[in-house]
């Protein structure tokens, strides 16, 4: 059984109980800023388009969240801040909270308690990394694999390895062009034991080895950009296995019926979620804040986990993860987080990245152009 959903009147989600500026005082406009593909479909269907609807504004979405601390830092420096509401991962939320370019979040405050009442620190409990994080899902980085390329008599892929053994499973494949995940995946495949691989990248001899793992598949590999390039280079057959999100691949899988299939084997979990730019103009701010309280709540969350396969970060919407919204599929077995799922992954230290990413952004980039 679901919640009650709930749709407020014009003055909008947050209203007198978060006490919130009155309709008339909000911007009638906001742009939200995201990863665009399935993921930001699952945002526009459970609660970007609900909102709109109830409130009336117009709601502008922006595809730029794989750049978002670059064009934030761009931004601050000209003056010039022409977005309101920005989804980045945990590690990137910590980097622009330091930098002063996100706002720090009450989030006892700002944001609805569980339906029993629990405050939202406590049903959020750690996936709110910093203080200007405000967590939607918990995702993760994983492998697709063509089904029908696998080799005769070969079994098929079950971890992140088998795209470093091109002797058993040969093709191209498809890697990020950063170094999140990349890094971790050549020291585990090399054997580094799980809880040594950060330890292992503070040393430069630890770079070295991850490099020169990658670099074993480095000339057979398309580097993407947009998670959204590997289910399409998955669907074209050009590569025979590649990394990307979840739940990219739950859609190439489940709604688009792609001959894919999933090795979960060292998934890279990580957090995902908001962050609001400092600096915004006070009806803008209000509007934001107005759309999170509600877009935030335990109903919400839920509500997008019918669109893809990613975890609630609210503990109290776990319970009203069901169906998927148009294939009548149970979406449990499909998260990152699902037991059977579980076996083999690795937690990604944003902590880590949120120290160590620009350096390693750089020094990655020149590995690719060597």
């Known amino acids: 059984m679901k919640l009650k959903t ?12 978060a006490g919130a500026a009155s309709a008339q005082d909000m911007a009638n406009e906001m742009v939200v800023v995201s990863w665009g593909g399935a993921y930001q479909a699952s945002q526009v269907n459970a609660y970007l388009d609900p909102y709109a609807a109830n409130t009336g504004i117009n709601i502008i979405t922006d595809e730029s969240s794989p750049d978002a601390v670059a064009r934030l830092r761009a931004m601050a420096e000209a003056n010039n801040l022409t977005w309101d509401l920005v989804d980045v991962e945990a ?13 720090v ?16 620190t406590a049903d959020f409990g750690e996936t709110i990394a910093s203080e200007c994080f405000i967590p939607q899902i918990v995702f993760s980085t994983t492998f697709g694999y063509r089904t029908d390329m696998v080799p005769e008599g070969v079994e098929p892929p079950t971890d992140a390895c088998a795209v470093f053994d091109l002797a058993t499973y040969p093709g191209r494949r498809a890697l990020n062009r950063r170094p999140l995940g990349n890094m971790e995946w050549a020291l585990l495949c090399d054997g580094v034991a799980m809880e040594d691989v950060y330890e ?7 770079i070295q080895q991850a490099f020169a793992m990658l670099d074993t ?25 590649g990394s990307t999100y979840n739940g990219r691949l739950f859609a190439a899988i489940a709604e688009q019926d ?48 019918q669109y893809i396969s990613y975890g609630p970060a609210r503990a109290s919407s776990q319970p009203f993860v069901s169906t998927h919204a148009t294939l009548g599929i149970e979406m449990g077995p499909h998260m990152p987080t ?33």
Not at 6 to 17: I, K, P, Q, R, T
Not at 217 to 240: N, R
């Open 6 to 17: 709930v749709l407020m009147g014009a003055a909008g989600a947050m209203a007198l109980s």
């Open 258 to 305: 792609q001959p894919i299939g999933m090795a979960w084997g060292y998934q890279m979990l990580d957090l995902d979620g908001w962050i609001v730019p400092t600096g915004l103009p006070e009806d803008r701010l209000a509007r934001v804040m107005d759309f999170l309280y509600w877009g935030t709540d335990t109903q919400r969350l839920a509500d997008q986990a």
């Open 105 to 120: 979040i009450d989030h006892d405050e700002m944001l609805a308690a569980a339906p029993d009442g629990t405050l939202a």
């Open 338 to 370: 699902a037991p059977e799922n579980m076996e083999g992954a690795f937690v990604t230290n944003y902590l880590w990245w949120a120290d160590y990413r620009d350096e390693m952004d750089a020094r990655f980039q020149a590995w690719l152009a060597q």
């Open 91 to 103: 590690a990137d939320a910590m980097r622009l909270c330091d930098e002063g370019l996100a706002m």
């Open 200 to 206: 292992t990248l503070e040393t430069e001899e630890g």
């Open 217 to 241: 598949i480095k000339d057979q590999t398309i580097w993407w950009a947009a998670a959204a390039e590997t289910p399409q280079l998955l669907a074209d057959g050009e590569v025979f296995m």
